[in-house]
């Protein structure tokens, strides 16, 4: 039986073809690829009842993902995340159903290690031998610790203002880190010097095909997780978008298996923080695209993206599924971290508060309502995160001492 049942790399503004049996980056009309399977090859030999029988990562959907031989599987337990549910804040946010996809417990404490094992596994299989990529933290924290298994030199390029932990995360790793005084748009144009100059292999947010085919393993997950009856709403913070598109990639592949029977799809919902939303605007003005966001801000960092390549995909989820953009505000990131963890004992990290923030905004709104099941993203440890909360002081405001 086959490992894989990848076709071939497809473009989803031109249709051109391409195939996945060589290095490919974006499409000659400068569209993200998207990979794409035989799924009535799928649907005839695989049925998802086996999926019982098989290891809890990412991996048990390897028909369904890019890489064509185990030997190139280069993992480190990843995925399977707990899919729980939250009913204290469920019953403060007035929502009876409601329910977190914990991506902390995952290997380097992000979501980013899917993308970063389908990725790196399936560049080792290419023959990649150097890659680079801009990162505001997690990425590439992930990114260097999978290259690293694998054999494969990493060129990291990330703000200096990223989360300290991930910067050494990078640097243990014994990848080739560049800090720059700028946002991740900055560190783009340093890596596309690099790629230009040294001919690396650009594992940029979707100048590549396979980061999104790791990602995309959460809607499968999802899925899988409630038994194949879906969500009524998903909630996933959004900056590049690579998850948001994957989940919707993954759902539209597992309608067309039949594993999942519901006529209307869950209602995908993009969370921006207000000081980066420039997939927000685009949805409020009715655009295809984003503009590039002047001056981004926010203490929610993996989601400080200024221009994502995919926007339009990520408008194209929302769109299609019903679902909306939504933007919040820097104290109620905050205060969802905070609310999450005393009430659920979930220590999140701010992108993963951001939905939270969000779906609360959307129930008092009525745009979620009270008896729909809905799942929140969290898409990374708070712990990567020690900066946040000044501890001290807020226990000093609180009139608690602090005995030595």
């Not at 000081?275 to 966001?293: D, L, N, R, T, Y």
Request: aromatic content about 8%.
């Amino acid at each position: 039986m086959k490992y894989s049942y990848l076709s071939h790399l497809e473009c989803p503004k031109c249709s051109s073809i391409y195939s996945a049996e060589e290095v490919q980056q974006l499409c000659q009309c400068g569209s993200p690829l998207l990979a794409k399977y035989r799924l009535d090859e799928v649907k005839t030999n695989i049925k998802r009842e086996d999926l019982q029988r098989r290891e809890k990562s990412l991996w048990r959907y390897h028909e369904l993902l890019p890489v064509h031989t185990i030997e190139n599987v280069i993992t480190l337990g990843e995925g399977y995340t707990p899919l729980v549910t939250v009913p204290k804040i469920g019953a403060k946010y007035g929502i009876d159903d409601l329910y977190i996809k914990d991506e902390g417990i995952i290997p380097t404490g992000s979501f980013k290690a899917r993308g970063a094992a389908v990725g790196v596994s399936k560049a080792k299989e290419l023959g990649v031998k150097t890659l680079a990529m801009p990162t505001n933290g997690n990425a590439g924290g992930a990114w260097s610790l999978y290259s690293a298994k694998a054999g494969i030199e990493s060129f990291i390029v990330m703000p200096k203002e990223a989360p300290a932990i991930t910067r050494v995360e990078v640097h243990i790793s014994g990848s080739h880190l560049y800090l720059i005084n700028g946002l991740i748009s900055d560190a783009g144009k340093v890596v596309a010097h690099l790629v230009k100059e040294k001919g690396f292999y650009d594992v940029s947010t979707l100048k590549e095909p396979y980061r999104i085919e790791g990602k995309k393993t959460m809607g499968y997950e999802i899925a899988e997780q409630m038994d194949w009856k879906l969500p009524d709403v998903i909630l996933y913070p959004t900056g590049g978008g690579v998850g948001i598109i994957g989940i919707y990639k993954a759902l539209l592949e597992l309608k067309e298996l039949g594993w999942i029977n519901e006529e209307k799809l869950p209602r995908l919902v993009a969370v921006q923080a207000e000081g980066c939303a420039p997939i927000v605007k685009a949805w409020e003005e009715g655009k295809m695209e984003s503009e590039f966001w002047e001056n981004s801000e926010t203490n929610a960092f993996g989601i400080n993206v200024p221009k994502a390549i995919g926007d339009f995909l990520v408008l194209q989820a929302i769109r299609e599924t019903g679902g909306c953009a939504i933007s919040v505000s820097e104290e109620s990131i905050k205060n969802s971290q905070q609310e999450v963890a005393s009430l659920e004992g979930n220590f999140i990290c701010p992108e993963g508060a951001a939905t939270f923030a969000a779906a609360k905004i959307l129930r008092e709104n009525n745009w979620i309502k009270p008896n729909e099941t809905v799942v929140c993203l969290n898409t990374g440890q708070g712990i990567k995160y020690p900066e946040s909360f000044e501890v001290e002081s807020a226990v000093l405001e609180k009139g608690e001492a602090i005995i030595l």
